[in-house]
């Protein structure tokens, strides 16, 4: 979008309140994990959501597409995730939990696209900070409850150095606030 002003790959995530409303609520945003894996229908929804991702190791479950609820979806089992994705103006394709795969990574790539943001918050992380994501020049490591807010215009690819576990985190695309009024929002 013409006139944004400059950006950066990484924003801090204490400048926006939804990463402060995320970290605030890891651990109930957690429990809403654990009940949507439990639930064997829920876990059949994990899914590759772009071409690039078959290979790679990483699968969503889809809470929001396009802005959308999905239909069908047991949205009682996460009220509090649900809620809080729904304060935000949610852009792009997908907004869910994103799984890696131990010993896979997304290749570098650039989403070309600068009216969103992406926050990632870290669910399930390999002990040891072995999954990271480098956006630009800059490589930041995910923590448990802990935001990564980073602009996807940027080349980017991320990494899960596990021998044996998974790395989950709540992706959540979104229309840059930061920068844009509401007006150009909508």
Request: net charge negative.
């Amino acid at each position: 979008m013409p006139g944004l002003p400059p950006t950066r790959p990484f924003h801090d995530p204490d400048s926006l309140s939804l990463c402060r409303e995320l970290a605030t609520s890891f651990p109930t945003i957690l429990e809403e994990y654990r009940a949507l894996v439990a639930d064997e229908s829920v876990r059949e929804r994990f899914q590759s959501v772009t071409s690039m991702n078959y290979d790679a190791g990483w699968k969503t479950l889809v809470l929001f597409y396009n802005g959308h609820r999905i239909e069908g979806f047991p949205y009682h089992l996460c009220p509090v995730t649900t809620r809080i994705m729904e304060s935000v103006p949610l852009a792009g394709r997908i907004a869910g939990f994103n799984r890696q795969r131990p010993q896979t990574g997304i290749p570098l790539h650039s989403d070309g696209n600068n009216m969103w943001l992406t926050c990632q918050m870290g669910v399930v992380v390999p002990e040891g900070e072995k999954a990271y994501i480098r956006v630009g020049p800059e490589t930041r490591r995910w923590s448990e409850g802990q935001c990564l807010l980073y602009d996807t215009t940027y080349e980017h690819e991320t990494m899960n150095e596990s021998e044996d576990e998974e790395r989950v985190v709540l992706h959540i695309d979104f229309f840059n606030t930061l920068a844009m009024t509401p007006l150009e929002i909508e």
